[in-house]
């Protein structure tokens, strides 16, 4: 009997084992397909931005987005992962710091199934966040200027702003209950600010604007890809949003302040967000790209709260964002500020209205540990501090980039074309001529630039 007994409680530790095992690989799996659909964002951003280039700039608009995503690759391998680990507290990092490229963790190792698979999610975060600004400045920034201006953002500064805000021990959700599981600020909020730094010191591609400070529409030389491109960046933002949420084996999922959540409260409020943001372009616009930009601002409007709110309230809030953001467009190029594919407005202000809206519809819900529940000051707080996070360094670097003229394209090149001068092949056959490339026609009153 006894024997029995022994052999019963050993078959029983090896199924408890085994179980145990089985719920840490399918959590290693979900992410490895999180980080993989997250790819489909960089397919999106790099037809995005070439088809709103012109002929003469199509190439040297995708080389910039191809190098962007593998610089991210290295530099967040070295040291994006470390500052995420270690700086929770703010600008020094902590005592228990860890994430450095030499420790155990990060490589190779059958005792640690988790380390390499968040890296490489928040990997693509970082990737996702340098694209971000990729497009705001295209057709007139030099390789080398925009490459340490992407490294610094994707690798530096909007991970300083997740190990503060998107992190379970971060000084802002410790001090502050700040809450922001979609990344509205941490991602969208800083990276948008960040553009719009460096938009101030790069200036407007040539013949964007007249003497008399009004604007020239600068047409994109292939819409549907454009709009195409967009479709694929939200198919990526179901493996972004995935990846936003931590897989409890045997227990149910937490979001990554350690809050209960579900999957299914994030598909609702994605969709609601989602559609939202299409019919409130539309209705503002008519115009397919904004419609699908819109797709994308009604998705950070309601990213802060995807695991709480009432799906009608963040249908609601994408169809704000939808209609407002556009109208956010239209005043920057009044402001002689020339933001090629919307980039300040769709994620700076959309992830601005998605952190505040945040304190307003989940004011007062619970933390953790004893920390400060949901408060519409807590997110006052946190998009201040994304929005300066994101727009001093984009700013101060982009300023130094340009007295060392390391920034803008010269202007004579800017008129024959990137492509020409830079890029060693032609992005269309010998037959192709395109059509000349009008900057004449006033922009519309009301009306978006591309």
């Known amino acids: 009997m006894e024997q029995e007994l022994a052999a019963l409680t050993e078959r029983l530790a090896a199924l408890e084992s085994s179980t145990a095992m089985s719920g840490t690989i399918n959590s290693e799996i979900f992410y490895w397909w999180c980080t993989a659909l997250m790819i489909a964002i960089h397919a999106g951003f790099l037809a995005y931005e070439m088809g709103a280039s012109r002929v003469k700039n199509v190439l040297a608009s995708g080389i910039k987005n191809i190098l962007a995503f593998a610089f991210m690759v290295p530099t967040f391998y070295f040291f994006g992962w470390y500052i995420y680990l270690s700086f929770y507290n703010g600008l020094l990092p902590s005592a228990d710091a860890s994430g450095l490229p030499w420790e155990l963790s990060m490589g190779p190792n059958l005792a640690d199934n988790a380390t390499g698979i968040f890296w490489a999610a928040f990997t693509l975060f970082a990737a996702t966040t340098a694209s971000i600004f990729s497009g705001a400045v295209i057709e007139r920034i030099q390789t080398a200027g925009f490459l340490i201006l992407a490294i610094l953002l994707g690798s530096v500064v909007w991970i300083l702003g997740g190990a503060w805000g998107w992190h379970p021990t971060g000084w802002l959700t410790v001090k502050f209950g700040y809450h922001d599981v979609g990344a509205a600020g941490v ?145 920057l190029e009044k402001m002689g500020i020339d933001d090629a594919v919307g980039a300040f407005p769709v994620h700076g202000i959309g992830g601005l209205i998605g952190v505040v809206s945040c304190g307003i519809f989940a004011a007062g819900y619970p933390n953790v540990d004893g920390m400060p529940p949901v408060s519409l000051w807590g997110q006052i707080v946190g998009a201040v501090t994304m929005a300066v996070l994101g727009f001093v360094p984009g700013y101060v670097a982009s300023y130094i980039l340009k007295v060392f003229g390391l920034l803008r394209v010269p202007d004579h090149i800017q008129e024959k074309g990137l492509d020409i001068v830079k890029v060693p092949v032609s992005a269309y056959p010998e037959t192709y001529t395109p059509a000349p490339v009008n900057v004449a026609t006033p922009a519309a009153a009301g009306t978006p630039a591309e």
């Not at 719009?196 to 030389?221: C, M, Q, T, Y």
């Not at 292939?222 to 972004?240: A, C, E, R, S």
């Not at 936003?244 to 609702?268: H, K, R, V």
């Open 187 to 331: 991602v969208h909020m800083v990276a948008g600010f960040f553009a719009l730094g460096v938009l101030l010191n790069l200036g407007p591609r040539v013949g964007k604007f007249n003497e008399d400070g009004s604007a020239n529409a600068i047409f994109a030389h292939n819409v549907p890809f454009t709009i195409t491109g967009l479709m694929l960046i939200i198919v990526g933002f179901f493996g972004f949003l995935g990846g936003c949420i931590i897989y409890m084996p045997g227990e149910q999922w937490i979001n990554i302040y350690g809050q209960p959540t579900t999957l299914s409260a994030f598909a609702f409020n994605t969709l609601m967000g989602m559609a939202g943001g299409i019919i409130g372009a539309w209705v503002k616009t008519r115009d397919p790209f904004w419609m699908m930009s819109g797709a994308l601002i009604g998705i950070f409007a309601a990213a802060s709260g995807l695991d709480v709110y009432y799906p009608p309230v963040a249908f609601a809030l994408g169809t704000f964002g939808g209609f407002v953001v556009p109208m956010v467009a239209v005043w």
